[in-house]
């Protein structure tokens, strides 16, 4: 079977501008390189607003740290008279390795649907970027249609057109645990995480469901983690409020199963 490396991943959000990020970097780094506690095994990504990564990738880079990190949003567009966007070559020249699409933010506050995400995605993939294509369902849909109908529909749309060979991740983020301190379960997680991976066997192949990386996001803390990386189906988590505390967010990174 194909060895998932898991993914814990900071979504900043609208928080820490370039010169705390430069200081939540470097902390970060240092406790992550605390001899005691070993991360070999996982691969830590933090999400800053645009206006910090140059600052992190200068960081990054002179200190080669092991850091991932990638931008929140992309434009679907490549260039051109698209005020206030960011294109996806801009992102990779500053060494971004991935890029969030289709947030649950985005989604109701910028009223972004399946068709953009879909084009964001096949942009991303373009400029060499990792899209982490976000879905989930409300309460309502949860309640109406149960819980994997609606990430299914919105996965299935995201991945159309693209290549069996893309490099992708998925977080599964049920909109009612987002922020809310409710997370699913880890029986929830699995659930809907194994119907993704059909979607990505049936759409993209047996070797790209294989070797995708499924992430669980909503209220994840250092105190649950352990529960959503024991599912077969979940390789890491996209988490939000406790990744902007130092201390939280690495003990999340050093969860122990
Ligand atoms: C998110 O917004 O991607 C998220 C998972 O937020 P939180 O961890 O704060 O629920």
């Given at each position: 079977?194909?060895k998932?490396?898991?993914l814990?991943?900071g979504?900043?959000k609208?928080n820490?501008?370039?010169?705390?990020?430069?200081?939540?970097v470097?902390?970060l780094?240092?406790t992550?390189?605390?001899?005691?506690?070993?991360?070999?095994d996982?691969?830590?990504?933090?999400?800053?607003?645009?206006t910090?990564?140059r600052?992190?990738q200068?960081?990054?880079?002179?200190?080669k740290?092991?850091?991932?990190?990638?931008?929140?949003?992309?434009?679907?567009?490549?260039?051109?008279?698209?005020?206030?966007?960011?294109?996806?070559?801009?992102?990779?020249?500053?060494?971004?390795?991935?890029?969030?699409?289709?947030?649950s933010?985005?989604?109701?506050?910028?009223?972004?649907?399946?068709a953009?995400?879909?084009?964001?995605?096949?942009a991303?993939?373009?400029?060499?970027?990792?899209?982490?294509?976000?879905?989930?369902?409300?309460?309502?849909?949860?309640?109406?249609q149960?819980?994997?109908?609606?990430?299914v529909?919105?996965l299935?749309?995201?991945?159309?057109?693209?290549?069996?060979?893309?490099?992708?991740?998925?977080?599964?983020?049920?909109v009612?645990?987002?922020?809310?301190?409710?997370?699913?379960?880890?029986d929830?997680?699995?659930?809907?995480?194994?119907?993704?991976?059909?979607v990505?066997?049936s759409?993209?192949?047996?070797?790209?469901a294989?070797?995708?990386?499924?992430?669980?996001?909503?209220?994840?803390?250092?105190?649950?983690?352990?529960?959503?990386?024991?599912e077969?189906n979940?390789?890491?988590?996209?988490?939000?409020?406790?990744?902007l505390?130092?201390?939280?967010?690495?003990?999340?990174?050093?969860f122990?199963k």
């Amino acid at each position: 079977a194909v060895k998932r490396v898991p993914l814990l991943a900071g979504n900043w959000k609208m928080n820490l501008d370039h010169l705390q990020a430069i200081a939540f970097v470097q902390k970060l780094a240092w406790t992550l390189k605390d001899a005691d506690h070993d991360v070999a095994d996982a691969e830590v990504a933090v999400f800053p607003p645009f206006t910090d990564l140059r600052s992190v990738q200068t960081l990054v880079a002179a200190d080669k740290l092991p850091i991932a990190y990638g931008a929140q949003d992309l434009s679907a567009q490549d260039s051109g008279a698209f005020t206030g966007e960011i294109s996806g070559s801009f992102l990779a020249q500053l060494d971004c390795t991935y890029v969030i699409i289709g947030h649950s933010e985005r989604r109701t506050l910028h009223a972004e649907d399946d068709a953009q995400v879909k084009a964001k995605t096949a942009a991303a993939v373009k400029h060499g970027l990792v899209p982490v294509i976000c879905v989930g369902e409300t309460a309502e849909d949860l309640a109406e249609q149960g819980p994997s109908a609606v990430p299914v529909a919105q996965l299935t749309t995201a991945l159309e057109g693209l290549d069996s060979s893309a490099d992708i991740v998925v977080a599964y983020e049920p909109v009612w645990a987002i922020g809310s301190g409710q997370a699913a379960t880890p029986d929830q997680a699995e659930q809907v995480a194994a119907a993704l991976r059909e979607v990505i066997r049936s759409v993209l192949g047996e070797d790209a469901a294989a070797r995708t990386r499924i992430l669980y996001g909503g209220s994840v803390k250092s105190s649950n983690i352990a529960g959503f990386m024991r599912e077969p189906n979940v390789d890491g988590a996209l988490i939000g409020g406790a990744s902007l505390d130092v201390a939280e967010f690495s003990s999340i990174v050093r969860f122990q199963k």
